[in-house]
């Protein structure tokens, strides 16, 4: 699999570096509230195993599974959530896992989505956030690394639901790339 990227981008050894110190920031943060983490799925979830294993606080964990991209390396602009009943968040602290912070639409449906279910809080986790003009206004609170605006691979993330298992994240070779 790795002979299909163009560069490595993040070794595993750097990616899990990071992880220590944004889990060390997260726990700082809560260390006082009881923390309820939403991953949205799939692309979050080595990220989110790996994150909250470092993270030494009480905490409850869901998940989400929305897809916008349907296979191609271009958000379409349509969010459309896979389960009819969203997890249960009046009332709590929420942090939004996901792998990357791109066109921002998904992030930004999400959001609307869960701050409609009165939470106390909500903040957004993202492993990757992608240096661009994005369609939809979303801050991150905490972010492991910014990258370019160039379609990415690995730990979690996919391409047509390939490379999910990659240890690293890297830039897809353009060749690999169908054109749409
Ligand atoms: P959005 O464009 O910010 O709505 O991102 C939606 C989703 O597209 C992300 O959660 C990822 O699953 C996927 N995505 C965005 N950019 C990339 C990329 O470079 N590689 C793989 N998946 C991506
Ligand atoms: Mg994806």
Redesign the pocket.
Known sequence: MQEDLERILFDEQTILQRLDQIAAEISADYRKRELTVIA?LN?SLIFMADLLRRIPLPLKLDCLSVA??HGG?Q?TGD?VFKQIALPDVAGRHILIL??????????AAIGEKLQAAQPLSVKICVLLR?KKI??RQ?EADYIGFDIGD????GYG???MEHYRNLPCVGV?RKDLIASA
């Open positions: 949205i692309g916008s991209y390396t958000s969010v996901d792998d990357i912070l791109d066109s921002g639409v998904t992030l992608k994005r369609q979303v160039e379609f990415v691979v993330l996919d391409y897809l």
